[in-house]
């Protein structure tokens, strides 16, 4: 099971936004025992929200996002610049270890345009 991390004093890990599902962030927030950090709309970025920080089994973070725009929706990203090779990788068990416990199916990636997707056993 992820464990929430705190977000301040880690390391900025290279995320990418994976995945995006309907599920309370609440609900999300109890299940992995996390807090939640605030951030506010920017010219940058121009969407305020809330997000909290995991380390999954592989070792790899995951971020979880809640934005005020949309307060159903969670947005999953994931770590996938591989640190001892630099290459981008994405691996599906990191999701999946996410997803699983807040009950979300899994997801067909096989068609994703964007990322190499490895599936559980590989890599």
């Not at 900025?12 to 609900?27: F, G, K, Q, W």
């Not at 005020?68 to 999946?96: C, N, Q, W």
Request: glycine share 6%; aromatic share 8%; hydrophobic share 40%.
């Amino acid at each position: 099971m992820p464990i929430a991390v705190a977000m301040r004093g880690q390391r900025r890990p290279s995320l990418y936004p994976c995945h995006i599902d309907n599920s309370p962030y609440e609900a999300a927030l109890q299940i992995f025992r996390a807090r939640s950090t605030r951030f506010k709309a920017t010219i940058g970025s121009p969407r305020a929200g809330r997000h909290f920080m995991l380390q999954l089994p592989s070792r790899r973070y995951a971020m979880v996002t809640n934005y005020d725009d949309f307060p159903y929706s969670l947005e999953f990203s994931l770590e996938i610049i591989e640190a001892d090779t630099g290459k981008p990788k994405v691996h599906m068990r990191d999701l999946l270890a996410i997803l699983q416990p807040l009950g979300l199916p899994e997801p067909d990636k096989s068609n994703d345009g964007v990322l190499k997707w490895l599936l559980p056993g590989a890599g």
